[in-house]
């Protein structure tokens, strides 16, 4: 077997998340990092994506679920992004950040899950 993490760090992107009503106004500035504990039944395999997690699809899908609707909050989105991620079953691990960095002047605020298959 053969594991190897793959990652989609810093994806900024406008969206519309938060609770209070200047969030509520207007979409905001966040970026997402997903990391991707994968299995493969083993290494090396053949040089083409269908053989790997496709980190492409996992962008696209990100980016049409933060258009869908408002979140109120960043830990249902984390949540969100992770249940995307295990869809597939190669993932067997998936740790998800997400980060507003526009709502203080001073500082970011962000959430970070971890989820595992069942089983792992």
């Given at each position: 077997?053969?594991?190897?993490?793959?990652?989609?760090?810093?994806?900024?992107?406008?969206?519309?998340?938060?609770?209070?009503?200047?969030?509520?106004?207007?979409?905001?500035?966040?970026?997402?990092?997903?990391?991707?504990?994968?299995?493969?039944?083993?290494?090396?395999?053949?040089?083409?994506?269908?053989?790997?997690?496709?980190?492409?699809?996992?962008?696209?899908?990100?980016m049409?679920?933060?258009?869908?609707?408002?979140?109120?909050?960043?830990?249902?989105?984390?949540?969100?992004?992770?249940?995307?991620?295990?869809?597939?079953?190669?993932?067997?691990?998936?740790?998800?950040?997400?980060?507003?960095?526009?709502?203080?002047?001073?500082?970011?605020?962000?959430c970070?899950?971890?989820?595992?298959?069942?089983?792992?």
């Amino acid at each position: 077997m053969a594991e190897f993490t793959t990652r989609l760090e810093g994806l900024s992107l406008p969206m519309r998340i938060g609770i209070h009503p200047a969030e509520r106004a207007a979409p905001q500035r966040v970026i997402v990092s997903v990391w991707l504990d994968c299995r493969y039944p083993s290494a090396p395999f053949p040089d083409e994506i269908d053989a790997v997690v496709d980190y492409d699809f996992l962008r696209r899908e990100i980016m049409a679920l933060a258009d869908s609707r408002h979140f109120n909050l960043q830990e249902t989105f984390c949540e969100a992004i992770a249940a995307i991620a295990l869809a597939d079953d190669r993932v067997w691990r998936v740790r998800v950040s997400s980060l507003k960095p526009d709502i203080y002047p001073d500082a970011a605020v962000g959430c970070d899950i971890v989820r595992e298959r069942a089983g792992g």
